[in-house]
């Protein structure tokens, strides 16, 4: 049997789990210089730091109780930031001390305060817990902590981060001086070292994430996109890769809302997780996710902590990270337990150089690179596709009586063509992208000049960036308005206040007259003047900066021997002479 060097009751569940080797992290808290002392480990997630923390207690937990499966006050304690890592960390202690017979007791908000008493009351060797819902027990005398040999801090970065420090340092004062303080961390801030010193003695630091603060399971990928083609990204991210269970990041609620109903639309099996959630919400989010009835998961920060999903293998950063360690917790989601997993940076090109920099700090090497194109994602389909319907099945004998059917009627070319149209159908649709390369830009305004439009008159709408206007729906407007087809419409080009379009020559006048009969069936409300711009939008916005530029003052000669007078020093300052602020053109 493997792990010799562990008790039985310990190395036979590991051996069972399929365990052939510990990782790192497990070997390193079990080391002789590690032994009964405290210890402050930075490991990443996913790196097996549950087991590691049962096997650092183990040795005291089986000489407390021998062949005792319940003890009169708990001995070990276990604080997790969420709910979800309390949960998974109690089910990793069941199975790694079942053949102990320990008992385990959770207490996390949103569930039964009374059954969790009763439970605390039912003589567990270790409570795992949520910061909030530990202190209320502690505080109602459900909870006592005099008698723990050990406590452990799971992701204690992400519990101060998330305002629990008064509570941990509650907790941790209700312990007894004698016990164990183990700090589990993705990250060392110095808040961090700060509750190490204060509660840890002589403890003994595990730097296990390596100088690489990118995990080296996960390979990161950085996506260059317009602005506006956000979502598109997204769509063909989701498409490309295929993952068993993707899960997406969002800054706000409100984000996770809008991109959670645009994929549902779009026909990918999604489910929400954000703070607005209910606690039953959350549990059937995350079944239907472990049931692959949902294979996407859009989720802001807080509500993604302590997610634990064998199957996520695609992390995407929709909205990018406030800082390097959100981007190492977000992606720290994937590549769990020696498994692969791709962290996707959905990067505006205007944004680039400030992830650049991220990445710099952070030590992690991501690839940049553009959004898949539809006809990559259609040779991906077509791979998986062939993959998928010569893999060997079994099949019932009605199945086979339906098909000599089939047979019968159509051919065997047609009955394949249907099969991979039914399974193409079921498939959200990828989406064109405008490529972000120097050599992809150049592309597209070659493309933008093509037959038809080498003369164009310009037009202008009075919307722009400032009203959010998007081509996207700016181009039906225009068609409704001006009776033409988007294919006959030209460059569009989106100003801070209003937009520029081209319409071919030949087409300019019967177009402007159909706006002047349009313009008359329009609402009021939701007016928009669109009229002919014979300067186009370069003109446009030189006009507008002359327009808002006050006129220089020629200087003097230097006739006191003093400064020269040099006019305003700027818009709206005082000019020379101190007569005010500055408004409007000078006189004379």
Same mark, same amino acid.
């Given at each position: 049997?493997?792990?010799?060097?562990?008790?039985?009751?310990?190395?036979?569940?590991?051996?069972?789990?399929?365990?052939?080797?510990?990782?790192?992290?497990?070997?390193?808290?079990?080391?002789?210089?590690?032994?009964?002392?405290?210890?402050? $480990?930075?490991?990443?997630?996913?790196?097996?730091?549950?087991?590691?923390?049962?096997?650092?207690?183990?040795?005291?937990?089986?000489?407390?109780?021998g062949?005792?499966?319940?003890?009169?006050?708990?001995?070990?304690?276990? @604080?997790?930031?969420?709910?979800?890592?309390?949960?998974?960390?109690?089910?990793?202690?069941q199975?790694?001390?079942?053949?102990?017979? +320990?008992?385990?007791?959770?207490?996390?908000?949103?569930?039964?305060?009374?059954?969790?008493?009763?439970?605390?009351?039912?003589?567990?060797?270790?409570? $795992?817990?949520?910061?909030?819902?530990?202190?209320?027990?502690?505080?109602?005398?459900?909870?006592?902590?005099?008698?723990?040999?050990?406590? @452990? +801090?799971?992701e204690?970065?992400?519990?101060?981060?998330?305002?629990?420090?008064?509570?941990?340092?509650?907790?941790?004062?209700?312990?007894?001086?004698?016990?164990?303080?183990?700090?589990?961390?993705?990250?060392?801030?110095?808040?961090?070292?700060?509750?190490?010193?204060?509660?840890?003695?002589?403890?003994?630091?595990?730097?296990? &994430?390596?100088?690489?603060?990118?995990?080296?399971?996960?390979?990161?990928?950085?996506?260059?996109? !317009?602005?506006?083609?956000?979502?598109?990204? $997204? $769509?063909?991210?989701?498409?490309?890769?295929?993952?068993?269970?993707?899960?997406?990041?969002?800054?706000?609620?409100?984000?996770?809302?809008?991109?959670h109903?645009?994929?549902?639309?779009?026909?990918?099996?999604?489910?929400?997780?954000?703070?607005?959630?209910?606690?039953?919400e959350?549990?059937?989010?995350?079944?239907?996710?472990?049931?692959?009835?949902?294979?996407? *998961?859009?989720?802001?920060?807080?509500? =993604?902590?302590?997610?634990?999903?064998?199957?996520?293998?695609?992390?995407?950063?929709?909205?990018?990270?406030?800082?390097?360690?959100t981007?190492?917790?977000?992606?720290?989601?994937?590549?769990?337990?020696?498994?692969?997993?791709?962290?996707?940076?959905?990067?505006?090109?205007?944004?680039?150089?400030?992830?650049?920099?991220?990445?710099?700090?952070?030590?992690?090497?991501?690839?940049?690179?553009?959004?898949p194109?539809?006809?990559?994602?259609?040779?991906?389909?077509?791979?998986?596709?062939?993959?998928?319907?010569?893999?060997?099945?079994e099949?019932?004998d009605?199945?086979?009586?339906?098909?000599t059917?089939?047979?019968?009627?159509?051919?065997?070319?047609?009955?394949?063509?249907?099969?991979?149209?039914?399974?193409?159908?079921?498939?959200?649709?990828?989406?064109?992208?405008?490529?972000?390369?120097?050599?992809?830009?150049?592309?597209?305004?070659?493309?933008?000049?093509?037959?038809?439009?080498?003369?164009?008159?310009?037009?202008?709408?009075?919307?722009?960036?400032?009203?959010?206007?998007?081509p996207?729906? +700016?181009?039906?407007?225009? *068609?409704?308005?001006?009776? @033409?087809?988007?294919?006959?419409?030209? =460059?569009?080009?989106?100003?801070?206040?209003?937009?520029?379009?081209q319409?071919?020559?030949?087409? =300019?006048?019967?177009? &402007?007259?159909?706006?002047?009969?349009?313009?008359?069936?329009?609402?009021?409300?939701?007016?928009?003047?669109?009229?002919?711009?014979?300067?186009?939008?370069?003109?446009?916005?030189?006009?507008?900066?002359?327009?808002?530029?006050?006129?220089?003052?020629?200087?003097?000669?230097?006739?006191?021997?003093?400064?020269?007078y040099?006019?305003?020093?700027?818009?709206?300052?005082?000019?020379?002479?101190?007569?005010?602020?500055?408004? !409007?053109?000078?006189?004379?």
């Amino acid at each position: 049997m493997p792990f010799e060097f562990l008790p039985p009751v310990i190395a036979e569940p590991l051996a069972e789990r399929g365990y052939t080797d510990l990782t790192p992290v497990q070997s390193a808290v079990i080391a002789p210089e590690a032994q009964g002392r405290d210890l402050i $480990v930075s490991a990443q997630t996913g790196s097996g730091k549950t087991v590691a923390f049962g096997l650092a207690l183990s040795e005291a937990l089986l000489a407390e109780t021998g062949n005792v499966p319940l003890v009169e006050r708990p001995l070990a304690l276990i @604080v997790a930031p969420t709910r979800e890592l309390a949960l998974q960390v109690s089910r990793e202690l069941q199975w790694l001390y079942a053949k102990v017979g +320990l008992r385990i007791a959770t207490c996390v908000g949103g569930m039964d305060a009374s059954k969790e008493r009763r439970n605390l009351r039912g003589g567990p060797a270790i409570v $795992v817990g949520t910061p909030g819902r530990l202190r209320d027990h502690l505080e109602r005398g459900a909870l006592d902590l005099s008698g723990l040999i050990g406590v @452990v +801090l799971d992701e204690a970065d992400e519990m101060l981060d998330m305002g629990f420090r008064e509570d941990l340092e509650e907790i941790l004062d209700a312990t007894p001086g004698t016990r164990r303080t183990l700090m589990f961390s993705a990250t060392m801030p110095r808040p961090i070292v700060a509750l190490a010193e204060r509660y840890q003695t002589d403890a003994l630091r595990l730097a296990l &994430a390596g100088q690489d603060r990118g995990h080296g399971d996960i390979s990161y990928r950085a996506i260059a996109v !317009g602005p506006s083609e956000i979502e598109n990204a $997204v $769509v063909n991210l989701l498409r490309f890769h295929e993952a068993k269970t993707a899960i997406l990041f969002c800054a706000t609620r409100d984000n996770v809302r809008h991109l959670h109903a645009t994929l549902q639309e779009r026909g990918f099996a999604v489910v929400a997780l954000s703070g607005e959630h209910s606690q039953s919400e959350r549990n059937h989010a995350l079944q239907a996710l472990r049931d692959r009835r949902a294979r996407v *998961c859009v989720a802001t920060d807080v509500a =993604a902590r302590g997610i634990d999903l064998p199957t996520l293998s695609l992390v995407v950063h929709v909205e990018i990270p406030r800082d390097a360690e959100t981007l190492q917790h977000r992606s720290g989601r994937t590549g769990r337990a020696g498994k692969k997993g791709i962290a996707a940076l959905i990067v505006p090109y205007n944004r680039r150089r400030r992830v650049e920099t991220m990445l710099r700090g952070a030590r992690i090497e991501a690839e940049w690179m553009e959004a898949p194109t539809p006809e990559m994602i259609r040779a991906k389909d077509r791979v998986r596709l062939m993959e998928r319907l010569t893999a060997p099945q079994e099949f019932e004998d009605e199945d086979r009586a339906l098909a000599t059917e089939l047979m019968g009627r159509m051919s065997a070319e047609d009955i394949a063509a249907a099969l991979v149209r039914g399974h193409r159908s079921a498939m959200p649709q990828p989406e064109e992208l405008m490529s972000q390369t120097p050599e992809g830009r150049e592309a597209a305004r070659a493309q933008r000049h093509r037959p038809g439009f080498e003369d164009t008159v310009w037009f202008r709408a009075a919307v722009g960036r400032r009203h959010n206007a998007e081509p996207r729906w +700016l181009l039906p407007l225009i *068609c409704r308005r001006g009776h @033409v087809t988007r294919n006959e419409i030209g =460059a569009i080009k989106v100003g801070q206040t209003e937009t520029h379009f081209q319409i071919p020559r030949q087409l =300019a006048d019967r177009f &402007a007259d159909a706006l002047r009969r349009t313009a008359r069936e329009e609402n009021e409300n939701d007016f928009i003047l669109i009229e002919p711009a014979p300067e186009g939008p370069r003109e446009a916005a030189r006009a507008n900066r002359r327009e808002h530029r006050p006129e220089r003052v020629q200087a003097r000669p230097n006739e006191g021997g003093g400064k020269p007078y040099k006019g305003p020093r700027k818009f709206g300052g005082k000019p020379a002479g101190g007569r005010g602020n500055f408004k !409007g053109k000078p006189r004379g």
